[in-house]
Each structure stands twice: as structure tokens, then as C-alpha cells.
């Protein structure tokens, strides 16, 4: 028993479309992820460096403002001087609350030098008498100045 040549031609068809579709289809979702770093390797690796050297040591509510106020701590690195763009969060408790959203400040400390040591200050949001705040640092990126 034998199959036609045109039954095998209208398969090859099929096979040529199918494996267009998916080339149309599954090429610009990995041109995606190839241009955006692949979510992998030292460029992923490196704002979690930056937050090692990133640490917030206190947390207080300034009496006048009521405003929330996070000294922050930033250690050189051995690659050079640089500067540090660091994301505070300001929350009642320490474990993140899926459901509620962390105010959050920003502070730059420019000008760190291998080895050395720089303090900034994040002022949060004015925080409600009868809770106690919970700051700490969220995100750090590290940008190498020449």
C-alpha cells in the first residue's frame, strides 16, 4: 500500500508552515530575552553585590517632621570609585505584606572610594504615631564613575 504523492506533498506543506509559525512566534521572544541579558550571568550578579555593600542602620521618626528618617551605609568597592543609587523601604513589620505596597525613598551617595565608607540619610513618608517603622534597603545599584 502505497501513499499518493500528493498526500506527502500537502504533509511537506504542513511541515513548512507549522515550522514558519514557530519561527515567527518563539525568534522575537528570544531576540527578547537575548537582548535584555538573558536574566542570568554578572550584569543579574551585580545589583545583589551592590546591595552587600549597601546597609541601613537605623530607623527613627524625626520628632518634628514625623517623618521616618533611615541612615544609610555604603562600603567602597575594590573596582573603583563610584556611586551608589540606593532604594529604602519603609514598612510596619520586617516580612513584606504581599497585599500592601512599601513606601520607598531613593538616596545617592556619590564619591565612594575603594575602602571607605559614606552615610546618607532616606527620609520616608510621615509615619502614624502608634506604629513602630521597619526600614531597610530594598535595591542597590552601583555605577563606576572614572
Known sequence: MGVSTSA??????LVGLVTLAGLLVFAPLGL??????GGGGPAAAQPRAALESVRVTGCRI????????????????PEGPGEYIVTV?????PPPD????AAQSLVKLPGVAPGTTERAEAVGPVWPPS????CGAAEATFTRTP
Request: glycine letters at 8%; a positive charge; aromatic letters at 14%.
Open 8 to 13: 506527502l506533498k500537502w504533509q511537506g506543506w
Open 32 to 37: 527578547y530575552v537575548w537582548a535584555s541579558g
Open 62 to 77: 524625626d520628632p518634628v517632621s514625623r517623618r521616618v528618617v533611615a541612615p544609610v551605609e555604603a562600603v567602597g568597592r
Open 89 to 93: 523601604e519603609f514598612r510596619d513589620s
Open 98 to 101: 504581599p497585599s500592601a505596597r
Open 131 to 134: 506604629t513602630t517603622p521597619w
